[in-house]
């Protein structure tokens, strides 16, 4: 079953066009990842999912349900979970509160993301601020977890971290796809990213330039559309 579907989407920043016709597609219980070169599309494709673009063209659908004109708040009741590019823990809350502040009822819970992220366990009590890079993206993605999303998007999902929290990263990410857990990755590395998408969706310029599966973006592929 499709669980998001983008057809032809444009999308704008106030006067200029960002995205011409973008295509994409998630089915339950599969990850994708969005790739691209910097500036390409990939965090407004995401952010148009979210209401938070304006879009002028196109439709985005979620469980057959279209999005347009619809907010962001109601769309995020429909199960749709994000975390940001740069983290935006909240720094003066606990671990435990910011994972909290947004929780929904289902099988994630404390007791759950303790245990995907025993790090935060141990933390609960202590200010995101003080956190590691690493374990304020731990805790970005147990504080989208605690929505119980039926669709997880990964801005960036191990931007900027030291190899050691990338490794734990990619292992929780792995969790999720074992559990069934739809997924939409943005991340730079594809070595890490690869192993645990299903299919690739390559942006160039606010256009969908390629689609396939993943063990497909050959060498070759990856210079022309992702090489700098």
């Known amino acids: 079953m499709t669980l998001l579907q983008i057809s032809d989407l444009a ?3 106030g006067p200029s066009q960002a995205l011409f016709g973008v ?8 990850v994708v990842a969005l790739l691209g070169r910097n500036g390409m599309g990939k965090t407004t494709t995401i952010r148009s999912v979210l209401g938070l673009c304006d879009m002028r063209g196109g439709d985005i ?10 907010k962001p708040h109601l769309r995020a009741t429909l199960g749709i979970g994000l975390v940001p590019e740069g983290r935006r823990c909240f720094p003066t809350l606990t671990v435990e509160e910011n994972l909290v502040v947004a929780a929904r009822a289902g099988p994630w819970s404390l007791q759950t993301i303790f245990g995907l992220f025993p790090r935060l366990a141990e933390r609960r ?4 601020g003080t956190l590691s890079g690493g374990e304020q993206q731990m805790l ?6 605690m929505t119980n999303p039926r669709l997880l998007m990964l801005d960036e999902a191990t931007e900027g971290l030291a190899p050691v929290m990338r490794q734990e990263i990619w292992r929780a990410i792995g969790q999720l796809k074992r559990q069934g ?6 991340d730079k590395i594809l070595v890490e990213l690869l192993p645990v998408a ?3 969706v390559v942006l160039e ?7 396939g599966s993943a063990s497909k973006l050959n060498d070759e592929l990856q210079s022309r559309y992702l090489g700098v």
Do not use: K, N, P
């Open 205 to 211: 310029r606010g256009r969908t330039v390629w689609s």
């Open 198 to 200: 299903d299919r690739c």
């Open 23 to 30: 295509e994409l597609d998630i089915a339950e219980g599969e």
């Open 11 to 13: 999308a704008f920043h």
């Open 125 to 128: 009590r202590q200010y995101a």
């Open 181 to 186: 857990q739809s997924l939409l990755i943005v």
């Open 140 to 145: 970005a993605i147990g504080r989208a977890l």
């Open 61 to 70: 659908r979620f469980s057959g349900q279209t999005l347009a004109g619809m």
